[in-house]
């Protein structure tokens, strides 16, 4: 069973800096993009940062946050800095495109989330 695990999330104060991981373990044959989408309080779940054949950024994150990936770990990174208090929310990690075996029909799976905090 594939997983994704999460972790780097928590309480910051504005200007500052989090790494955040995720790490998908299980049976996994190949990946096709892994990223970051957050949501906050009140508000539809949104794109942050994903590593595929390209790197795609949301406008909001540019020059602040960086993403990167480790293929042979299964495992993607997200660097935030000069963080603000609108970046508040919880963080989720997508693995897309995801195949466990070769002739599977690959599939999206998502970690359970990690909140960050910034506070003014």
């Known amino acids: 069973q594939v997983q994704l695990v999460e972790s780097g999330g928590g309480l910051v104060q504005a200007g500052g800096s989090l790494r955040l991981s995720c790490a998908a373990s299980?049976?996994?044959?190949?990946?096709?993009?892994m990223g970051w989408y957050r949501q906050a309080p009140g508000k539809q779940r949104e794109l942050v940062a994903t590593?595929?054949?390209?790197?795609k950024y949301a406008e909001f994150v540019k020059g602040r946050f960086t993403i990167s990936r480790d293929k042979d770990k299964n495992t993607v990174y997200l660097q935030m800095n000069s963080l603000k208090p609108e970046d508040t929310a919880v963080y989720y990690c997508?693995?897309?495109?995801?195949?466990?075996?070769?002739?599977?029909?690959?599939?999206?799976?998502w970690g359970q989330g990690t909140p960050v905090t910034v506070s003014s």
């Open positions: 997508n693995a897309g495109g995801l195949r466990e075996w070769a002739w599977e029909q690959p599939k999206d799976y």
């Open positions: 299980g049976s996994i044959f190949s990946i096709n993009t």
């Open positions: 590593s595929g054949g390209s790197t």
